[in-house]
T-cell receptor, first 113, second 111 residues
Framework: GNSVTQMEGPVTLSEEAFLTINCTYT??????LFWYVQYPGEGLQLLLK?????DKGSNKGFEATYRKETTSFHLEKGSVQVSDSAVYFC????????????FGTGTSLTVIP | DADVTQTPRNRITKTGKRIMLECSQT?????MYWYRQDPGLGLRLIYY???????NKGEISDGYSVSRQAQAKFSLSLESAIPNQTALYFC??????????FGSGTRLTVV
């Protein structure tokens, strides 16, 4: 089946610290992988995506590389800001899912000044 | 105006009452979805629809029903609300498998 596992939170970092949020997946097809971000009181917004192995998605200083050999799609940012405080969701979709998305449980990030 | 609009934003209802959550979109997308979000559980799919004549159950459809009134409108109903349906509900749309557009959510409390 298809599933996504991401690291437990909450995560608290100081401003300018390095961020890693781990995400691994299980998929029966060839999935596309996504990171979504949810700011307080809002819906989910697409942060970045990668559609095939070795692709790197990037946006707003965040990056994630699609690693087929380790079935991973870890989110990284070199220097976090207070405004990055949010909940981050890893997700996948694959051709055999009928366009259905499978989400991880979310990781809450708080960045303190 | 938002691309995906959900109404109401917040609702408190009593156990046993019927309630409808509405979603409308201006994206022109064919595919629409209803998810619920619970702390520690992430998002779980309730129902989805690929066009007006297509309705599919998701992971947790029991206790819910949907109606796709038009390409742009997709409503979720709780026929007889119960407290464990207290959650944050999201509508989403997509054109293909390159990502969803989410609404801002409806916070539902069943007392």
């Amino acid at each position: 089946g298809n599933s996504v596992t991401q690291m437990e939170g909450p995560v608290t970092l100081s401003e300018e610290a390095f961020l890693t949020i781990n995400c691994t997946y299980t998929a029966t097809g060839y999935p596309s992988l996504f990171w979504y971000v949810q700011y307080p009181g809002e819906g989910l917004q697409l942060l970045l995506k990668a559609t095939k192995a070795d692709d790197k998605g990037s946006n707003k200083g965040f990056e994630a590389t699609y690693r087929k050999e380790t079935t991973s799609f870890h989110l990284e940012k070199g220097s976090v800001q207070v405004s990055d405080s949010a909940v981050y969701f890893c997700a996948l979709t694959a051709q055999n899912t009928g366009n259905q998305f499978y989400f991880g449980t979310g990781t809450s990030l708080t960045v303190i000044p | 105006d938002a691309d995906v609009t959900q109404t109401p934003r917040n609702r408190i209802t009593k156990t046993g009452k019927r309630i409808m959550l509405e979603c409308s979109q201006t994206k022109g997308h064919d595919r629409m979805y209803w998810y619920r979000q619970d702390p520690g559980l992430g998002l779980r799919l309730i129902y989805y629809s690929f066009d007006v004549k297509d309705i599919n159950k998701g992971e947790i459809s029991d206790g819910y029903s949907v109606s796709r009134q038009a390409q742009a409108k997709f409503s979720l109903s709780l026929e007889s609300a119960i407290p464990n349906q207290t959650a944050l509900y999201f509508c989403a749309t997509s054109l293909n498998n390159y990502g969803y557009t989410f609404g801002s959510g409806t916070r539902l409390t069943v007392v």
